[in-house]
Protein backbone atom coordinates (compact mmCIF):
# COMPACT_ATOMS: atom_id res chain seq x y z
CA UNK A 1 0.00 0.00 0.00
CA UNK A 2 2.82 2.59 0.75
CA UNK A 3 5.05 1.67 -2.33
CA UNK A 4 1.15 2.58 -4.41
CA UNK A 5 1.10 5.96 -2.49
CA UNK A 6 4.44 6.85 -3.31
CA UNK A 7 4.33 5.70 -7.17
CA UNK A 8 1.06 8.18 -7.25
CA UNK A 9 2.94 10.97 -5.29
CA UNK A 10 5.57 10.65 -8.14
CA UNK A 11 3.60 10.24 -10.57
CA UNK A 12 1.79 13.57 -9.37
CA UNK A 13 5.04 15.33 -9.31
CA UNK A 14 5.98 14.51 -12.95
CA UNK A 15 2.42 15.77 -13.91
CA UNK A 16 2.99 18.97 -12.52
CA UNK A 17 6.92 19.71 -13.65
CA UNK A 18 4.95 18.65 -17.30
CA UNK A 19 3.15 21.46 -17.03
CA UNK A 20 5.42 24.12 -15.61
CA UNK A 21 7.12 26.38 -18.18
CA UNK A 22 10.87 25.88 -18.85
CA UNK A 23 13.89 28.06 -18.83
CA UNK A 24 15.48 26.37 -21.61
CA UNK A 25 18.60 28.03 -20.95
CA UNK A 26 18.89 26.11 -17.53
CA UNK A 27 17.21 22.90 -18.88
CA UNK A 28 19.26 20.11 -16.78
CA UNK A 29 16.90 16.75 -16.85
CA UNK A 30 17.15 14.78 -21.11
CA UNK A 31 12.83 15.21 -20.42
CA UNK A 32 13.35 19.16 -20.13
CA UNK A 33 16.01 19.34 -23.12
CA UNK A 34 13.78 17.22 -25.24
CA UNK A 35 11.12 19.83 -24.95
CA UNK A 36 12.96 22.74 -25.59
CA UNK A 37 14.27 21.16 -28.75
CA UNK A 38 10.63 20.16 -29.64
CA UNK A 39 9.77 23.92 -28.67
CA UNK A 40 12.57 25.07 -30.78
CA UNK A 41 11.00 23.22 -33.98
CA UNK A 42 7.15 24.42 -33.46
CA UNK A 43 8.71 27.88 -33.60
CA UNK A 44 10.61 27.13 -36.49
CA UNK A 45 7.71 25.42 -38.26
CA UNK A 46 5.59 28.11 -37.91
CA UNK A 47 7.92 30.64 -39.36
CA UNK A 48 8.69 28.08 -42.25
CA UNK A 49 4.68 28.12 -42.62
CA UNK A 50 4.61 31.81 -42.42
CA UNK A 51 7.59 32.22 -44.76
CA UNK A 52 5.60 30.02 -47.45
CA UNK A 53 2.69 32.03 -47.74
CA UNK A 54 4.62 34.90 -48.69
CA UNK A 55 6.59 32.74 -51.47
CA UNK A 56 3.64 30.94 -52.64
CA UNK A 57 1.70 33.80 -52.99
CA UNK A 58 4.96 35.14 -54.92
CA UNK A 59 4.97 32.25 -56.95
CA UNK A 60 1.11 32.46 -58.01
CA UNK A 61 1.65 36.08 -59.12
CA UNK A 62 4.69 34.77 -61.09
CA UNK A 63 2.41 32.27 -62.78
CA UNK A 64 -0.23 34.85 -63.63
CA UNK A 65 2.35 36.71 -65.99
CA UNK A 66 3.29 33.76 -67.88
CA UNK A 67 2.61 33.43 -71.62
CA UNK A 68 1.22 29.76 -71.76
CA UNK A 69 1.08 30.01 -75.69
CA UNK A 70 4.99 30.01 -75.95
CA UNK A 71 5.91 28.72 -72.07
CA UNK A 72 4.90 24.47 -71.55
CA UNK A 73 7.40 24.63 -68.54
CA UNK A 74 5.49 23.45 -65.39
CA UNK A 75 4.05 27.14 -63.49
CA UNK A 76 6.51 28.31 -60.68
CA UNK A 77 4.08 27.58 -57.28
CA UNK A 78 3.29 23.56 -58.97
CA UNK A 79 6.78 23.56 -59.17
CA UNK A 80 7.32 25.32 -55.51
CA UNK A 81 4.80 22.71 -53.86
CA UNK A 82 6.12 19.38 -55.52
CA UNK A 83 9.54 20.68 -54.19
CA UNK A 84 8.21 21.55 -50.86
CA UNK A 85 6.40 18.15 -50.64
CA UNK A 86 10.16 16.16 -51.19
CA UNK A 87 11.88 18.60 -49.23
CA UNK A 88 9.39 17.32 -46.24
CA UNK A 89 9.75 14.18 -46.95
CA UNK A 90 13.52 14.53 -47.26
CA UNK A 91 13.83 16.53 -43.78
CA UNK A 92 11.70 14.11 -41.93
CA UNK A 93 13.52 10.91 -43.34
CA UNK A 94 17.13 12.33 -43.07
CA UNK A 95 16.65 13.45 -39.18
CA UNK A 96 15.00 10.67 -38.21
CA UNK A 97 17.83 8.79 -39.52
CA UNK A 98 20.24 10.80 -37.73
CA UNK A 99 18.27 10.66 -34.30
CA UNK A 100 19.06 6.69 -35.16
CA UNK A 101 22.34 7.20 -33.09
CA UNK A 102 19.94 7.43 -30.11
CA UNK A 103 17.61 4.96 -31.30
CA UNK A 104 15.69 4.01 -28.70
CA UNK A 105 16.99 6.29 -25.41
CA UNK A 106 16.17 9.85 -24.50
CA UNK A 107 18.23 11.34 -26.25
CA UNK A 108 16.54 10.24 -29.86
CA UNK A 109 13.84 13.26 -29.96
CA UNK A 110 15.86 15.74 -29.15
CA UNK A 111 17.92 14.86 -31.80
CA UNK A 112 15.19 14.74 -34.01
CA UNK A 113 13.79 17.92 -33.45
CA UNK A 114 17.16 19.19 -33.27
CA UNK A 115 17.94 18.36 -36.57
CA UNK A 116 14.53 19.69 -37.90
CA UNK A 117 15.01 22.71 -36.40
CA UNK A 118 17.96 22.99 -38.59
CA UNK A 119 16.77 22.19 -41.58
CA UNK A 120 13.84 24.16 -41.61
CA UNK A 121 16.10 27.10 -40.55
CA UNK A 122 17.50 26.63 -43.79
CA UNK A 123 14.53 25.86 -46.00
CA UNK A 124 13.07 29.31 -44.88
CA UNK A 125 16.15 30.72 -46.20
CA UNK A 126 15.88 29.03 -49.34
CA UNK A 127 12.13 30.27 -49.55
CA UNK A 128 13.12 33.86 -48.68
CA UNK A 129 15.71 33.25 -51.24
CA UNK A 130 13.17 32.59 -54.04
CA UNK A 131 10.70 35.67 -53.24
CA UNK A 132 14.39 38.07 -53.08
CA UNK A 133 15.10 37.11 -56.47
CA UNK A 134 13.71 39.22 -59.61
Same mark, same amino acid.
Given at each position: ?? $??????? /? $???? &? =?? %??? @??? *?????????? +?? *?? $????? !??? &??? +? $??????? &???? &? /?? %? #???????? #? @???????? +?? #???????????? /? !????????? =??? @??? +??? *???? /??????????????? @?
Amino acid at each position: MI $AIAAALL /L $AQAG &A =ST %ADE @PIN *CDKALTQLEM +NR *CA $ARDFE !SSD &AAL +N $AQWAETA &ARMK &A /LD %A #QIDREHDK #Q @PGYFDTLL +NG #QRAWLTFRDAQC /L !SESFLARGG =SLQ @PMM +NAQ *CKTY /LTELRIQQLRDLVAT @P
